[in-house]
């Protein structure tokens, strides 16, 4: 169990919060870029809970900056798009793309204030369909480039989940939960004769995880034994830290990305890497993107006929936060007991002015970052074997 005060200290991701700074130093997918068309050039986006207007000029380039007006704190969203910026339509002062204040009209030619003010502003990346943003201090780390993501061999799908009403450490405790799977997810599908259940309901003999602190990333890889199943037959999920989960080829690889929205909302974008049959490249005019339903019925409740309402409705019914103190945890928790060992480490390491584990500053480390299970499969074959006696 943790305490109130610590609770506190890992799940607030707000400007100022130990874990929001943490979270900070990260790059996160706020939108899919393909959202911002001719006809929508705006969105509003809640990132870590700031309010935030990503927009895309007339020229095609696209910012990311506070959303109220720096004049009189009117929406932006309802503002003016030009070549060169975005217009406040209460009264006409134009932003660029930076964020700076390029115009004030009814001000005097040669007043200093325009170049006084402007709006906050945050540095995008476009990286396989989606916009990622960072919100900490400058300088920025790289984008890590993911295998998955700048391959040229696989056909991209773009999984937008529906907003979840919950705190973003909920999901991401889920993912090193390995022995959810048989109960949450088998036997909801096995209720409804459903092929996916056939995978999962399988008995969990025993679970392994492995704590990584790599030059281009950290996180911990969980590992499930079914019956007499040898580890080798299962690769094993990388949990990246902080909050990507990425599942190995069986066929296509899956990144879910878990975007904290706010406090008490998460934002889920699963992608899907489909590799092509000979490793020919897939030339793919326009990224498919779909939007995933609610994960309740008519009736308000969770209907538990897709892994998305089993897993919403665990990580919701807990609570906005969960409240941490009344849990009573058991040896098949360990992984959460480590996610949270390292979610500590990492904010501690924030505060003395480090970088936290998996940022990246090298260029030559970040031209296509691959996650190689193969040492880590010896070690816990050996592990494992050892075990046995």
Request: glycine share 8%; net charge negative; charged share 25%.
């Amino acid at each position: 169990m943790l305490s109130d005060e610590m609770n506190e200290r890992l799940t607030r991701v707000g400007p100022g919060t130990p874990g929001g700074e943490m979270l900070r130093r990260y790059w996160h997918p706020i939108a899919v870029a393909s959202e911002l068309t001719a006809e929508t050039p705006k969105k509003r986006v809640r990132v870590l809970g700031e309010d935030l207007l990503l927009f895309r000029d007339g020229q095609g380039r696209v910012g990311l900056i506070e959303e109220q007006c720096c004049h009189r704190s009117a929406s932006l969203f309802y503002g003016f798009i030009e070549d060169d910026g975005i217009r406040c339509t209460y009264h006409g002062w134009k932003y660029d793309c930076e964020g700076r204040c390029i115009e004030q009209p009814f001000e005097p030619a040669a007043s200093p204030l325009k170049d006084e003010v402007g709006q906050i502003s945050y540095p995008i990346e476009i990286l396989s369909g989606l916009v990622f943003a960072y919100l900490g201090p400058k300088p920025a780390p790289l984008l890590p480039r993911w295998s998955a993501l700048v391959r040229t061999d696989v056909e991209r799908t773009i999984h937008v989940l529906h907003e979840l009403e919950c705190n973003w450490l909920q999901t991401m405790e889920n993912s090193v939960d390995p022995t959810h799977t048989y109960y949450l997810h088998a036997h909801n599908m096995n209720l409804r004769n459903s092929e996916e259940a056939v995978f999962h309901d399988r008995k969990i003999k025993g679970i392994d995880f492995k704590v990584v602190n790599e030059k281009t990333w950290g996180g911990i890889i969980k590992k499930r034994v079914y019956g007499d199943v040898e580890l080798d037959d299962n690769e094993g999920h990388p949990v990246i830290f902080p909050n990507i989960l990425l599942l190995p080829p069986h066929p296509n690889i899956m990144m879910h990305f878990r975007l904290p929205v706010d406090d008490t909302h998460t934002q889920i974008f699963r992608c899907q890497f489909t590799p092509s049959v000979d490793g020919s490249e897939v030339i793919q005019d326009e990224i498919t993107v779909k939007y995933t339903p609610s994960t309740k019925g008519d009736d308000g409740e969770y209907h538990l006929s897709t892994f998305g309402s089993q897993d919403a409705m665990a990580w919701e019914t807990q609570g906005a936060i969960t409240d941490r103190g009344r849990e009573h945890l058991g040896t098949a928790d360990r992984g959460i007991v480590l996610y949270r060992r390292m979610l500590r480490e990492q904010i501690d390491a924030v505060e003395k002015g480090k970088d936290p584990v998996g940022t990246i500053r090298d260029p030559a480390l970040n031209i296509s970052i691959e996650i190689d299970l193969s040492p880590q499969q010896a070690e816990f074959r050996a592990q494992r074997l050892a075990a046995r006696g």
